[in-house]
């Protein structure tokens, strides 16, 4: 199974900016599914999860207030909506769900 996210890209201390990852199959309509993050020389670290019913289940407390997570089952699609966003969130944001990973998508926030 491989995740495809995307989205990621460059916008300033303050903006927003939205990931999606989605599945080929329906990988992502019947599981849970969580995003990570990893910036250089750290370690990858869980942002945001969502269960198989679309409710959103845990946010580190960086992200809380700022950044949201859903899902389009009919899309096998999993979103996160990232708002006020600082440089420290830059980082590469991975997708998750269960033993399969998305590629990775680069977000960077400059100041």
């Known amino acids: 199974v491989q995740l495809q996210a995307c989205g990621g890209g460059l916008v300033q201390a303050g903006g927003s900016l939205g990931l999606s990852c989605v599945s080929p199959?329906?990988?992502?309509?019947?599981?849970?599914a969580g995003w990570f993050r990893q910036a250089p020389g750290q370690e990858r670290e869980l942002v945001a999860a969502i269960n198989w019913r679309g409710e959103p289940t845990y946010y580190a407390d960086s992200v809380k207030g700022r950044f949201t997570v859903s899902r389009d089952s009919a899309k096998n699609t999993v979103y996160l909506h990232m708002t006020s966003l600082e440089p420290e969130d830059t980082a590469v944001y991975y997708c998750?769900?269960?033993?399969?990973w998305g590629q990775g998508t680069l977000v960077t926030v400059s100041s």
């Open positions: 998750n769900c269960g033993p399969w």
């Open positions: 199959r329906r990988t992502l309509s019947n599981n849970g």
